[in-house]
């Protein structure tokens, strides 16, 4: 049983300021993909090498940080390339997708990781079957649904089970294969607006909703229901809520299940609402830093990298400079090029008069001076794990602005583990308050976070979906309206006979 993996796994913002270019890819070669220990592809390795029938081709597999809309080059070079290698490698009994769901292609005027995995299906052909993996803030389509055969998507966020979830994809696929299934499919699209912040699976709704999955799963005659909360704040025909489940034979079985699991979150729509603690922002400062725990996270939830946003502003930094008593806390992962470039020429020890804002994009500029001491900078202490949302190559600063410590960075990046801050030479507990480009923590921060106050701040990634432009997404769309009917049958679609 010959089982080739590839994938494309981006989250795209629509909104972001900076496109993700083919400069921005992270490619993997097979053989970096069998040694890389990577997102997803690590599960679906472990699969494959339980089974002696099974031999593993991974192919290549691309990802990159989360960034605005990836440019068509880039995407024509991943395309391609993959397309090339599955014809190239053929004949396989079955292809694995790692993908994200959340990928926009610029100026692609269908969903991209539709687009993606349907080239893959006319490549390999009609009877091959595919297992794709998604994250599960990714959108669903019908296309999408119809080239894939089955499906896995993650079910904690924080994400904490990529490596189930490929692990997932290729057990199904390997069911598929032995018992030479074609299995049925059923979507139901739900017309709700969810950023991620609002649908985390340690707090209810999320909890219960995705925590009933496996029970589904279990039900004679299913592979796998799976539940999408989409990007909601990409305005796509495409962006919504997904419920969908696949059975090995039973079409009827799959619309069954997917509309009784629609009908539940649709039920609960009104609680996909910020359950974690929250503040704005110079209040969340002020009860962090008084706060009897120690560490507390802050995350700037306006200017989340992790979902798309650059990381630029500097709004929370100069709010705590504004503080009294000049605070112990740290301000980590701001996007400034620029600044990073001159802190670097001044070298260790200089004083440097930094201009805070002036390389905002994606709200207005500000030039406040203030005089900040160089800590550090330029290589990464290299302590070896896997950190995510990274890029190794960009530069970066650390520097001291009276008491708060804050890193620049070259390249926007994602600080979601305690490795990220101590390859700059920060202890991640030691100081009374931390700030970090977030929504949610992930979850190693969350392990050493005493607390986290989410900051309720302005930028990309705010999370008053009514707050952004709609022109293109179906309406009604809760919660930009209000108290309409709907009804899962009229939103079905699949293998409806
Ligand atoms: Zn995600």
């Known amino acids: 049983m010959r089982i080739a993996i590839v994938g494309l796994s981006i989250e ?16 993997y070669s097979a053989e970096q993909m069998l040694q890389g220990d990577l997102w997803m592809v690590r599960g679906v390795l472990e699969r494959l090498a339980e089974d002696e029938v099974c031999e593993a081709v991974p192919l290549y597999w691309a990802t990159a940080l989360p960034g605005g809309p ?32 959340a990928l926009e292609v610029d100026g692609l005027e269908v969903d991209a990781d539709s687009d993606f995995v349907c080239a893959v299906r ?13 994250d599960l803030h990714g959108d669903m389509t019908p296309s999408l649904l119809d080239a894939g055969t089955v499906f896995s998507v993650l079910r904690t966020a924080p994400h904490r089970d990529d490596h189930q979830t490929g692990y997932r994809a290729a057990d199904q696929l390997i069911t598929v294969i032995r018992d030479g299934l074609k299995p049925k499919k059923a979507a139901v699209k739900i017309p709700i607006l969810v950023p991620g912040e609002t649908a985390v699976t340690t707090q209810e709704p999320g909890r219960t909703l995705y925590g009933s999955l496996p029970s589904l799963d279990s039900i004679p005659g299913m592979l796998e229901a799976n539940i999408l909360v989409g990007f909601a704040w990409n305005d796509r025909p495409w962006t919504s809520v997904t419920a969908f489940a696949v059975a090995e034979r039973d079409a009827a079985l799959a619309r069954e299940q997917a509309i009784a699991l629609a009908e539940r979150i ?41 979902a798309g946003a650059s990381g630029e502003l500097t709004t929370v930094l100069q709010a705590a400079l504004d503080l009294p008593g000049d605070p112990d806390i740290v301000i980590a992962g701001i996007t400034a090029p620029q600044t990073v470039a001159r802190l670097l020429a001044a070298g260790i020890g200089a004083e440097v008069t930094v201009e805070l804002g002036v390389e905002h994009l994606s709200r207005p500029r500000t030039d406040r001076k203030v005089q900040a001491v160089v800590l550090g900078g330029g290589e990464w202490l290299e302590l070896g794990g896997f950190q995510p949302y990274r890029s190794k190559e960009a530069a970066w600063a650390k520097v001291r602005i009276g008491n708060a410590i804050v890193t620049f960075h070259s390249q926007p990046i994602g600080i979601t583990t305690p490795q990220h801050f101590r390859a700059m ?3 991640p507990a030691a100081h009374k308050a931390y700030v970090v480009k977030l929504g949610y923590l992930h979850p190693q921060l969350e392990d050493i976070a005493a607390r986290h106050i989410l900051l309720l701040s302005d930028g990309t990634t705010q999370l008053d979906m009514t707050r952004l432009e709609w022109t293109r997404i179906p309406r009604p769309m809760w919660p930009l309206d209000n108290d309409f009917e709907w009804s899962p049958n009229a939103s079905l679609y699949g293998d409806l006979s």
């Open 70 to 101: 990836m440019t068509r080059e880039a995407y024509d070079h991943v395309k391609s390339k993959t397309l090339e290698l599955l014809a190239a490698e053929s004949p396989f009994d079955g292809v694995v997708v790692v993908n994200h769901g």
């Open 266 to 306: 649709w039920a609960e729509h009104k609680n996909f609402v910020l359950s974690m603690e929250t503040a704005e922002i110079s209040e969340g400062l002020q009860r962090a830093l008084s706060a009897p725990e120690q560490p507390v996270y802050l995350s700037d939830s306006g200017d989340n990298t992790t």
């Open 425 to 427: 030479d920060i202890d």
């Open 12 to 27: 795209i913002m629509l909104s972001s300021p900076i496109p993700t270019g083919i400069e921005a890819l992270q490619e």
């Open 122 to 134: 006319a490549t390999i052909g009609p009877d091959v079957p595919i297992g794709v993996a998604l």
